[in-house]
T-cell receptor, first 111, second 114 residues
Framework: LAKTTQPISMDSYEGQEVNITCSHN???????ITWYQQFPSQGPRFIIQ???TKVTNEVASLFIPADRKSSTLSLPRVSLSDTAVYYC????????????FGAGTRLTVKP | DGGITQSPKYLFRKEGQNVTLSCEQN?????MYWYRQDPGQGLRLIYY???????QKGDIAEGYSVSREKKESFPLTVTSAQKNPTAFYLC?????????????FGQGTRLTVV
């Protein structure tokens, strides 16, 4: 898996848009970018996955520039319940099963 | 409902004892994983299995053992050789090959050494 770098923590306020950037300078041609969310004392939950440009679902958007060396998870209008740790994973989706997580980004949403 | 189940939710172990954490999935996933999480830290990979009767060590396999006799089950044994086993343990499963790389996690087992 390509090594990823994320901010350790971020603070935001309710109703704001939050953007969490992940750096993955060594991303390979076949690598996808996947984000997970983890609440305290729970297992991580898949949020979104993408390969290039932009992906959007009901929870978040994922922006990937043309060089794919970074990606940005965008959470629109966050609420207190979005307080969690967010993990960025980068790896081949068809030839790699040793799924490893980094330290993640601890997002705190304040009232 | 399809899902992945870990049991027990809380487990207490005396020093020197082996304990086994259960992980069962009915998602028909080939790949299964065990992670350890310490307070305020990320997930660290202990073992993973891509197919029945086969498994590989992750980054912190020392003091742990696993088996994969059935597709649905991937139990983790924390042995007495694991010197600091108090942690939150998470099991996950995914399709193999993980074409969309979405893994599903259990609710975790919190192990405390007393």
């Amino acid at each position: 898996l390509a090594k990823t770098t994320q901010p350790i923590s971020m603070d935001s306020y309710e109703g704001q848009e939050v953007n969490i950037t992940c750096s993955h300078n060594n991303i390979a041609t076949n690598d996808y970018i996947t984000w997970y969310q983890q609440f305290p004392s729970q297992g991580p939950r898949f949020i979104i996955q993408g390969y290039k440009t932009k992906v959007t679902n009901e929870v978040a958007s994922l922006f990937i520039p043309a060089d794919r060396k970074s990606s940005t998870l965008s959470l629109p209008r966050v609420s207190l319940s979005d307080t969690a740790v967010y993990y960025c994973l980068v790896g081949e989706t068809y030839n790699n099963n040793d799924m490893r997580f980094g330290a993640g980004t601890r997002l705190t949403v304040k009232p | 409902d399809g899902g992945i189940t870990q049991s027990p939710k809380y487990l207490f172990r005396k020093e020197g004892q082996n304990v086994t954490l259960s992980c069962e999935q009915n998602l028909n996933h080939d790949a299964m994983y065990w992670y350890r999480q310490d307070p305020g830290q990320g997930l660290r990979l202990i073992y993973y299995s891509q197919i029945v009767n086969d498994f590989q060590k992750g980054d912190i396999a020392e003091g742990y053992s696993v088996s994969r006799e059935k597709k649905e089950s991937f139990p983790l044994t924390v042995t007495s050789a694991q010197k600091n086993p108090t942690a939150f343990y998470l099991c996950a499963s995914s399709i193999d090959p993980p074409m969309n790389y979405e893994a599903f996690f259990g609710q975790g087992t919190r192990l405390t050494v007393v």
